[in-house]
């Protein structure tokens, strides 16, 4: 009898689990695939604000002839305003430097060239910046506010390193929310329309197997117009047949009932 009830389907067991389980990994494994572009994108469009200073700084330094005349406070606000260390414009084989009054000298440099932007490239550099370790410094490459001029940056990764943490927490909140949303929205769908159908032939045929005698327990085909309907009317017919088989054997005189042992046999192909 513990065997038995062990074999009777729940709501939350078998198919549903597995349902679920698939749902929510679908979703997460199409999340990953749209977080990785878009963690990317993030980091450019943060790059691109930084050299757009840069270029700010390029044209101030394009302005005046002697680099050295630039009041400190100027310098301070562009390298500020940039969070950069450093600021170099090359133009014409010419290169012109604004730095902080104190420099740091950087132990590790990586470079992000702005001037790529495919989608591979800029997604390697993101990863590279999400899992490299601190302490690095990051120089920005990208093109100037004329033809053949270059524009570069030197701050640290850090800033931008805490930044993109931050935005791939809230991507990864936002991700929990939609799975699981998305999840019940479409185990509550998909129950309706196959999971319960299959609990009740399965609940039914349990049932019968328990009482084959019992007429009350005959499926009674729904309305569907699908293949759901075709199995209830042949689970239908078939428990009516053995029914109705097991009523007429009632009636048969003891030496003409086939015993067990014919019966068995009889099985056998």
Same mark, same amino acid.
Do not use: K, M
């Given at each position: 009898m513990t065997a038995e009830r062990s074999l009777k389907p729940r709501r939350f067991s078998g198919l549903s689990i597995k349902l679920i389980a698939t749902i929510i990994v679908v979703i997460l494994a199409v999340e990953v695939i749209v977080y990785l572009p878009s963690l990317a994108n993030f980091r450019a469009s943060w790059l691109d604000d930084?050299?757009?200073v840069g270029v700010v700084a390029a044209r101030v330094l394009d302005a005046v002839? &002697?680099?050295m005349a630039l009041p400190r406070g100027l310098t301070d606000r562009l390298l500020t305003s940039a969070g950069a260390n450093a600021i170099v414009y090359r133009r014409e084989g010419q290169s012109q430097?604004?730095?902080?009054?104190?420099?740091v000298t950087p132990d590790v440099v990586t470079t992000a060239d702005m001037r790529q932007r495919d989608i591979m490239t800029l997604t390697m550099g993101a990863l590279d910046t999400l899992f490299a370790g601190l302490g690095r410094t990051l120089r920005i490459v990208g093109e100037g506010n004329l033809d053949e001029s270059r524009v570069e940056l030197l701050m640290p990764e850090r800033p931008l390193r805490q930044d993109m943490?931050?935005?791939?927490r809230n991507i990864v909140l936002v991700s929990l929310v939609i799975a699981a949303l998305t999840a019940v929205t479409l185990?509550?769908?998909?129950?309706?329309?196959?999971? &319960?159908?299959v609990l009740r032939l399965t609940q039914n045929m349990l049932a019968y197997r328990q009482a084959p005698e019992n007429a009350s327990l005959i499926i009674v085909p729904s309305n569907r117009r699908d293949e759901i309907r075709v199995v209830e009317r042949e689970l239908a017919a078939m428990e009516s047949d053995i029914f109705s088989m097991l009523r007429q054997r009632r009636h048969w005189p003891i030496w003409a009932r086939p015993s067990p042992r014919s019966t068995t046999i009889c099985a056998i192909p």
């Open positions: 930084r050299l757009r002839p &002697d680099v430097l604004i730095e902080l009054a104190n420099p943490l931050e935005y791939s185990y509550l769908l998909v129950s309706r329309l196959f999971i &319960d159908p």
